[in-house]
């Protein structure tokens, strides 16, 4: 554990070289995920590796420190989407903001899908979606403005297909994936009066092609 997370206050040069290393964790994880190593993030903060293992014994405690207020912040979304007076609304605002999150954001989408990395101050806040999720899917069809054969646990498969979405057209447009979460979203309620406008064009057959050329299945 390092001086920020027991109490002690850093040192003004320890601390700045604390939040380089933050920062990169954060740009890199966003990138590439959670299997980047403490030497990648020392590199791309320009640190010595001795640096950021002096504040960081491993790239756990480094995960929690960095991915622990993001979870809270998807915690604390689902908490007050539950309490909105218009269920239906509530339900669709918080899966496009939490979608939005995730799709750029590769890292807090290993950390809220998976168990692989699973720091035990962020598996407590992880604790807290899960009571919150079942009451915006409840109250959404109560109110009659959600299919009834919608689940809960639906929700982090939406939010899976959405970051495969953004992974898949990362290359062709970055943006693409807007185009499918509102596709995906307007499937969820009972009825639409009329679809919302699509974000984002379609990709185009040689930008399609290219997305499928570079594109690399997580390997199982």
Same mark, same amino acid.
């Given at each position: 554990?390092? /001086? @920020?997370?027991?109490?002690?206050?850093?040192?003004?040069?320890?601390?700045?070289?604390?939040? &380089?290393?933050?920062?990169?964790?954060?740009?890199?994880?966003?990138?590439?995920?959670?299997? #980047?190593?403490?030497?990648?993030?020392? &590199?791309?903060?320009?640190?010595?590796?001795?640096?950021? $293992?002096?504040?960081? +014994?491993?790239?756990? !405690?480094?995960? !929690?420190?960095?991915? !622990?207020?993001?979870?809270?912040?998807?915690?604390?979304?689902?908490?007050?989407?539950?309490?909105?007076?218009?269920?239906? +609304?509530?339900?669709?605002?918080?899966?496009?903001?939490?979608?939005?999150?995730?799709? =750029?954001?590769?890292?807090?989408?290993?950390?809220?899908?998976?168990?692989? $990395?699973?720091? @035990?101050?962020?598996?407590? #806040?992880?604790?807290? %979606?899960?009571?919150?999720?079942?009451?915006?899917?409840?109250?959404?069809?109560?109110?009659? /403005?959600?299919?009834?054969?919608?689940?809960?646990?639906?929700?982090?498969? #939406?939010?899976?297909?959405?970051? +495969? @979405?953004?992974?898949?057209?990362?290359?062709?447009?970055?943006?693409?994936?807007?185009?499918?979460?509102?596709? %995906?979203?307007?499937?969820?309620?009972?009825?639409?009066?009329?679809? *919302?406008? =699509?974000?984002?064009?379609? =990709?185009?057959?040689?930008?399609?092609? +290219? @997305? *499928?050329?570079?594109?690399?299945?997580?390997?199982?």
């Amino acid at each position: 554990m390092d /001086a @920020a997370t027991s109490g002690r206050p850093l040192r003004r040069d320890a601390e700045r070289n604390r939040r &380089r290393t933050l920062h990169a964790a954060e740009e890199l994880f966003a990138r590439h995920g959670l299997d #980047v190593t403490l030497d990648d993030v020392a &590199r791309h903060a320009g640190l010595g590796v001795g640096t950021v $293992y002096r504040r960081f +014994a491993n790239k756990e !405690e480094l995960i !929690e420190a960095l991915f !622990e207020e993001k979870v809270a912040a998807l915690a604390g979304l689902a908490e007050r989407a539950a309490a909105a007076p218009d269920p239906g +609304a509530a339900l669709i605002d918080f899966l496009t903001e939490a979608c939005t999150r995730h799709a =750029l954001d590769h890292g807090l989408r290993e950390i809220s899908l998976s168990n692989r $990395y699973a720091p @035990a101050r962020i598996a407590v #806040v992880k604790e807290r %979606l899960v009571p919150a999720i079942r009451t915006l899917v409840a109250r959404a069809q109560s109110a009659g /403005a959600l299919r009834a054969d919608f689940t809960a646990e639906d929700v982090p498969v #939406v939010l899976l297909m959405v970051g +495969a @979405a953004a992974d898949f057209g990362q290359q062709a447009d970055p943006q693409a994936w807007r185009r499918y979460l509102v596709l %995906l979203l307007d499937g969820l309620p009972v009825t639409r009066r009329c679809a *919302t406008a =699509l974000p984002r064009p379609s =990709l185009t057959e040689e930008e399609l092609a +290219a @997305a *499928t050329a570079r594109f690399s299945p997580p390997r199982r």
